[in-house]
């Protein structure tokens, strides 16, 4: 049986080992799942208080793609989502096919793409997504895009000009440079302060590593489905869909088809750094801990680690000992919603990705809603 929200996937991926979560659920492309987690899901515990205070950044509970002002603004099926060191925040649309920036006062404008999916190079709206869900920043404002459909990592200039990085429309596992590498359903992207890209390269099971010429190598993950641990290709992933870098090069990766958040360091070690590998939302330290399909991840100057899932609309905390604690959102059947509030008292509906920024401030792509979330941490 599947163990979790993000095995019951419908549509499959041209030419991919992977499926699709039907929109309805959450509309982002995931390797298939077999194999993960198992079993029935646990009790979910009492809602813990949290100590995050949840406000709307921008967006409506209506899905549209005007600029605008806070909640004049609107999004559809927001999937990514980064910060730059300025504050301004940026969305990958999935189903605008979007990249969108955000001011620090909430004035939202389109960085990039049009209407159309496709996969052409140009300035602004002139340049073309196709189901991008992914994005990441850089310390000099390069915006880069796992752009799911087309295979590819591309790369918007803080002008406007989007290229392609790495990887070409046909899907594959290549280790190259630039087109001549292939990825297989790339679902998120993470930079370091090197410039180096990592891509959670969801069809193929692994992680890869993107150099600033464009030279792709995979970090770790053997191409098969599973949940060992060890060095590069020797350990394996079961859909990986974010992945966050740290000051010291670790590379964090959210998996909700396994329910695991794992970690791997610069020289390639794999371990797990929180969850049980079964549907949950306990609050507790590294494998006594669970997650209801993690979908985000991002980490801050500190060391700490935030998760997003979908399965129980929760935003949550790890710290570098893998302690596990719920800041924000509420368990159970029938919690989803969209209220503004602290801790518990806050709602969301299938919150796709988090980001943090400078400050430590929380932002999160709040996909059912079509918002964009802030938390403040107390």
């Known amino acids: 049986m599947p163990s979790s929200l993000a095995d019951r996937v419908l549509p499959t991926f041209p030419g991919a080992n992977a499926r699709l979560v039907s929109a309805a659920v959450c509309a982002v492309l995931l390797s298939a799942c077999g194999g993960g987690g198992g079993g029935n899901p646990e009790p ?36 990514g ?83 392609t ?13 630039g087109t001549a590498a292939s990825f297989r359903g790339p679902l998120g992207v993470a930079v370091d302060t090197s410039g180096n890209v990592y891509v959670a390269d969801s069809g193929n099971l692994s992680i890869r590593k993107i150099t600033p010429a464009g030279v792709v190598t995979t970090l770790a993950g053997s191409g098969s489905h599973g949940s060992t641990n060890g060095i590069g290709t020797a350990a394996s992933f079961t859909g990986p869909r974010a992945v966050a870098v740290d000051a010291s090069g670790n590379v964090y990766v959210a998996e909700p088809s396994s329910d695991l958040i794992r970690k791997i360091t610069a020289a390639g070690v794999v371990s797990t750094l929180a969850g049980t590998g079964f549907v949950g939302s306990a609050d507790g330290t ?31 905390k790890v710290t570098s000992a893998g302690v596990v604690t719920t800041l924000a959102g509420k368990a159970g059947v029938g919690s989803n919603g969209s209220a503004n509030g602290t801790g518990a008292n806050a709602r969301f509906n299938l919150p796709q990705a988090v980001t943090v920024d400078a400050s430590g401030t929380l932002f999160v792509a709040d996909y059912g809603n079509n918002m964009i979330r802030k938390i403040s941490l107390q």
């Open 44 to 79: 979910d515990p009492a809602d813990p208080s949290g100590s995050g205070v949840v406000t709307t950044l921008a967006g409506s509970t209506s899905a549209g793609s005007a600029n605008g002002i806070g909640a004049a603004a609107s999004f559809n099926g927001p999937m």
């Open 286 to 316: 590294g494998t006594a801990a669970s997650f209801g399909d993690p979908m985000g991840v991002t980490v801050d100057a500190s060391g700490n680690v935030f998760v997003s899932s979908i399965a129980d609309n929760l935003i949550r």
């Open 165 to 177: 990085l790495a990887g070409s429309t046909t899907p594959g596992s290549t280790d190259a440079t």
């Open 81 to 163: 989502i980064a910060t730059d060191i300025q504050g301004n925040v940026y969305v990958a649309e999935f189903n605008n096919n979007l990249i969108r920036k955000i001011t620090p006062a909430g004035v939202v404008t389109t960085l990039a793409g049009s209407a159309s999916s496709g996969s052409t190079n140009g300035m602004g709206t002139a340049a073309s997504f196709s189901a991008p869900s992914g994005v990441t920043v850089d310390t000099s404002g390069n915006v880069y895009v796992a752009d799911s459909f087309n295979q590819m990592i591309r790369k918007i200039t803080p002008a406007g000009l989007v290229s």
